[in-house]
């Protein structure tokens, strides 16, 4: 069974940074779009950044100039690297990565566990 795990979260202050890693484990022929989405208390999940298959990312304007991600295909990871930081990041963080487990299946939504991020002083 395919599993997502990420790690790298905390509590930093404002203006701080963080870097976000996502792995992806278990039996998967392919991954297509892996991206990061985050939901504070009481908000909607929202999409923060993903990439696809060939490394064009896309950014919620909320954290575009602030936030880089990227992908290892060869280590199946998405890492978010989180810069200039504000109280308003605070979020729980999800990884999610639309794979597909052998050659003949569908692609589907795998999601991690989620990461806590305060940015607080």
């Known amino acids: 069974q395919v599993q997502l795990v990420e790690s790298g979260g905390g509590l930093v202050q404002p203006g701080g940074s963080l870097r976000l890693s996502c792995g992806a484990s278990g039996s998967i022929f392919s991954i297509n779009v892996m991206g990061w989405y985050r939901q504070a208390p009481g908000k909607q999940r929202e999409l923060v950044a993903d990439i696809s298959r060939n490394g064009r990312p896309k950014y919620a304007d909320s954290v575009k100039g602030r936030f880089t991600i990227s992908r290892d295909d060869a280590k199946n990871t998405v890492d978010l690297q989180m810069n200039s930081l504000n109280p308003e990041d605070t979020a729980v963080y999800f990884c999610?990565?639309?794979?597909?487990?052998?050659?003949?299946?569908?692609?589907?939504?795998?999601w991690g566990q989620g990461t806590q991020v305060t940015v607080s002083s």
């Open positions: 999610k990565a639309d794979l597909k487990e052998k050659i003949f299946f569908p692609y589907k939504d795998v």
